[in-house]
């Protein structure tokens, strides 16, 4: 199901790295109303004041949490000049109207591709695996209080949104220093690098960008549908499996909460247990930060079964408030703050943390 809808831009409202949120007119159906809408300028060329729209309103009409932009599909009377030709011959977002093509850092065409044509390893690197986006200025934050000089990559699964353009995070980590580059990985797009598989994202992140440590999350927004399998972090598995095969040093974040007031997410939620306790088949650092009573001891029981397959370490969570009240990044999860959902961040700061000590080892 597509709802679509035809505006005109009254407003630019602000714009990020690849995107443009703007202000749309939407006549129909009556009576009018004004839409906030968000342009990718790589796919759609770049929308003014005054330009007729065509807007996929369909976040909207449903009501889903990230974002609720409409999406610009196209500028109707104005298209974008076609591209000079170039290299690149790799799809994303295959077979859809939006579909494009980009110069992928492991494609023949890349003057990355002899490096990349042969590498195998990670060289122990590691890799912090988080399900949600949210977790990734938590994670960050948790490395900086350890290694505020380590040279870190986000590489973004298409779990969430395709376009890594979408996300403000991002480009505001990028902007302070916070992350040094991004790969996008499968269907996802909008990178520093593009890559096909998250297996050579990795790779590039290591070998190319020159990563002392990655982060492996999907983008803004998260499928669910209530039922054991059915949620789009179960990447966060097949993730571990990756990073491990590759010779990394895959460490679990928890995703962690005493404020979600849905069952199935108390303590730690299930997707977590899920991705890493029955997905993930190679062994990796599980992490735990010091909690107060009673949650603590609700993730303790939690996590016991993890302990079968996994190495499971309590961090100490002494300042990570501090460091994660630095962040640039606004926090936010599920629509819930730092304060209002403190465990959470606490967890994914104290996996940033581990993974940091790591490099001292």
């Not at 990230?66 to 610009?72: E, F, I, N, R």
């Not at 499968?186 to 290591?206: F, K, N, Y």
């Not at 993890?306 to 300042?319: A, E, K, Y």
Request: charged share 20%; aromatic share 4%.
């Amino acid at each position: 199901m597509i709802t679509w809808r035809r505006g005109e831009v009254t407003a630019i409202r602000r714009a990020w790295r690849g995107a443009i949120e703007l202000t749309a007119a939407v006549p129909e159906p009556a009576p009018a109303r004004e839409l906030r809408a968000i342009a990718y300028p790589h796919l759609t060329g770049t929308p003014v004041v005054g330009d007729t729209v065509l807007l996929n309103t369909t976040a909207q009409d449903m009501g889903l949490g990230t974002g609720g932009y409409a999406l610009v599909v196209a500028l109707p009377d104005r298209l974008p000049a076609d591209p000079p030709p170039g290299p690149g011959h790799v799809v994303k977002a295959r077979y859809t109207p939006m579909q494009a093509v980009v110069l992928g850092v492991d494609e023949q065409d890349s003057p990355h591709h002899a490096r990349l044509r042969d590498a195998d390893s990670l060289d122990g690197m590691p890799v912090v695996v988080a399900d949600l986006h949210s977790a990734l200025p938590a994670i960050c934050a948790g490395i900086r209080a350890a290694r505020p000089h380590a040279r870190v990559v986000y590489v973004m699964t298409d779990g969430g949104t395709l376009p890594l353009w979408f996300s403000m995070t991002v480009d505001t980590l990028r902007e302070q220093g916070w992350l040094a580059g991004s790969v996008t990985v499968g269907q996802a797009l909008g990178g520093d690098l593009e890559a096909v598989t998250l297996h050579t994202g990795l790779l590039a992140a290591r070998h190319v960008q020159g990563a002392d440590l990655a982060i492996v999350a999907q983008g803004p927004g998260n499928l669910g549908t209530g039922t054991s399998w059915g949620f789009s972090g179960v990447a966060a598995g097949e993730a571990i499996n990756a990073i491990a095969v590759l010779g990394g040093r895959p460490v679990a974040s928890l995703r962690i909460s005493d404020a979600d007031g849905r069952e199935r997410h108390q303590g730690v939620s299930h997707h977590c247990l899920t991705a890493y306790g029955r997905v993930a088949l190679a062994r990796a650092d599980v992490i735990v930060p010091t909690l107060p009573q009673p949650l603590a001891r609700r993730v303790a029981a939690d996590v016991e079964p993890l302990r079968i397959g996994h190495d499971v370490h309590t961090v100490p969570v002494d300042g990570l408030d501090a460091a994660l009240r630095t962040s640039p990044a606004r926090l936010s999860t599920m629509g819930r703050g730092l304060d209002a959902d403190h465990a959470y961040f606490l967890a994914a700061a104290a996996a940033g943390r581990f993974a940091a000590d790591l490099l001292a080892r």
